[in-house]
């Protein structure tokens, strides 16, 4: 299921929305992302995202009915401290359950190339 999921964020990383940080774990997603000019609103991008994997998740499955729960946090980053304090939050996410002992160890964790270096500046400051 993870790699359906996984596999479909990224499709549409470029053409909908601009990736920074995601973490698939067994029972919840965190996505960090930039909606591009010219893209759905943001409910619409996740409605599609969440239907498409369904289906192909309760295919899999041999089931039907509801895959993902209905209910969501979304939050407007506020600056640079706060954009980082997600990222930091959503791939750290497996260590802090003690999956890993390091983010980049986690197979469902992904962090935009773009930002891993000012990633790995900021953390290492810390």
Request: some cysteine; aromatic content about 14%; hydrophobic content about 40%.
């Amino acid at each position: 299921m993870a790699e359906i999921v996984f596999n479909a964020l990224l499709f549409n990383n470029h053409k909908q929305y601009k990736l920074w940080a995601v973490c698939l774990m067994s029972n919840h997603v965190h996505i960090s992302l930039l909606t591009l000019p010219g893209s759905p609103l943001l409910n619409v991008i996740l409605q599609n995202h969440k239907r498409f994997t369904a289906v192909h998740c309760n295919k899999v499955l041999n089931r039907s009915g509801q895959f993902w729960a209905e209910e969501s946090f979304d939050t407007l980053i506020r600056n640079d401290k706060h954009f980082y304090g997600v990222i930091n939050y959503i791939i750290q996410n497996p260590v802090k359950a003690g999956l890993v002992r390091r983010w980049y160890d986690w197979k469902w964790t992904y962090l935009n190339p773009d930002i891993e270096k000012d990633y790995k500046i900021i953390t290492d400051k810390n």
